[in-house]
């Protein structure tokens, strides 16, 4: 039996696929800008109002 695997998401763009647009990375967990940004508090925030947008208008679609 085959098995899919799942497609890893984009942590900082809420909804779309890893595109392994940084070079060097091979996914979400070992992307340099993604561990930018959760290590900055100031634009984890914005990543957490961005990600309750993404939510509210995917709710509402
Ligand atoms: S490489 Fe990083 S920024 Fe690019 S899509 Fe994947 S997780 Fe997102």
Redesign the pocket.
Known sequence: MRRRLATPR????PGDP?????PG?T??QD?Q??RFVMEDPELREMLQAKRAEWRAAKQAS
């Open positions: 984009c942590p900082l763009r890893c595109t392994l647009c940084v990375a996914g979400p992307c800008t993604v």
